[in-house]
Nanobody
Framework: QVQLIQSGGGLVQAGDSLRLSCAAS????????GGWFRQAPGKEREFVSL????????NYADSVKGRFTISRDDATYTVYLQMNSLKPEDTAVYYC???????????????WGQGTQVTVSS
């Protein structure tokens, strides 16, 4: 069993930066892929980024590539999402997730954080 506790987020202006954190309980978290998803009002939850547990391979949605960076610290069981050059269209509730083998589909993820609001004003 893995529990994910998120922190970070808030209200910023366009061009600002934020860092989201996702702390996991359970030593087996180091064997899970860590992912970030987001859901804007009236829209489906969408993939943002992931990092694999074995080799640290990262993947990003085209909309955030070059602006967001995902990383993980297996010593503290934490996954981070550094978000730079934020845009109003990045406004959403952001969720971290863990999967033993998932990639970009929400259905592939077994555990979810509680979600955190990110609001970017223009």
């Amino acid at each position: 069993q893995v529990q994910l506790i998120q922190s970070g987020g808030g209200l910023v202006q366009a061009g600002d930066s934020l860092r989201l954190s996702c702390a996991a309980s359970g030593r087996t978290f180091s064997r899970y892929n860590g992912g970030w998803f987001r859901q804007a009002p009236g829209k489906e939850r969408e993939f943002v980024s992931l990092i694999t547990w074995r080799s640290g391979i990262t993947n990003y949605a085209d909309s955030v590539k070059g602006r967001f960076t995902i990383s993980r610290d297996d010593a503290t069981y934490t996954v981070y999402l550094q978000m730079n050059s934020l845009k109003p269209e990045d406004t959403a509730v952001y969720y971290c997730a863990a999967s033993s083998s998932g990639w970009i589909s929400t259905s592939e993820y077994d555990y979810w954080g509680q979600g955190t609001q990110v609001t970017v004003s223009s």
